[in-house]
C-alpha cells in the first residue's frame, strides 16, 4: 500500500554532515505530514523533527535544533533531513514516518520506513 524509504545513511566522523531521504510510493493522502524519529543503541526511540504538508509547521528536538534541518518536496513526495554538526550521540538508526499532523508523538504516525543506519565516530 503506502511504502516509505530511508536512505542516505552511512559513517561520518564528528562535526561532518549527512542528508538522508525519505520517498514515499503507493496510495497517498491527499495532505499528510511527516517526521523523523530514531533510536539508538540501548535507548528508546525518540522525535528528531516533523513537517506538516504546506511546511508551515516544523518542530525540532531540543537535541538536534540548529543543526539538522528538515524539508519536503511534495512533487517528488520525498522528505528530506539535512544533517550538520553530527556528534557521536546522533549515532542511530533513523526512521521517517507519514501522519496526518505534525506532532511529537510516534501515536501520530501511520506507516513508518525500515530505517537507516547513522554512525558518528570521535
Known amino acids: 500500500q503506502v511504502q516509505l524509504v530511508e536512505s542516505g545513511g552511512g559513517l561520518v566522523q564528528a562535526g561532518g554532515s549527512l542528508r538522508l531521504s525519505c520517498a514515499t510510493s503507493?496510495?497517498?493522502?491527499?495532505?499528510?505530514?511527516m517526521g523523523w524519529f530514531r533510536q539508538a543503541p540501548g535507548k528508546e526511540r525518540e522525535f528528531v523533527t516533523a513537517?506538516?504538508?504546506?511546511?508551515?509547521?516544523?518542530v525540532y528536538a531540543d537535541s538536534v535544533k540548529g543543526r539538522f534541518t528538515i524539508s519536503r518536496d511534495n512533487a517528488k513526495n520525498t522528505v528530506y533531513l539535512q544533517m550538520n554538526s553530527l556528534k557521536p550521540e546522533d549515532t542511530a538508526v533513523y526512521y521517517c514516518?507519514?501522519?496526518?499532523?505534525?506532532?511529537?508523538?510516534?501515536?501520530?504516525?501511520?506507516?513508518w520506513g525500515q530505517g537507516t543506519q547513522v554512525t558518528v565516530s570521535s
Open positions: 513537517i506538516s504538508w504546506s511546511g508551515g509547521i516544523i
Open positions: 503507493g496510495r497517498t493522502f491527499d495532505r499528510y505530514a
Open positions: 514516518a507519514r501522519g496526518t499532523i505534525a506532532t511529537k508523538l510516534p501515536a501520530g504516525y501511520d506507516y
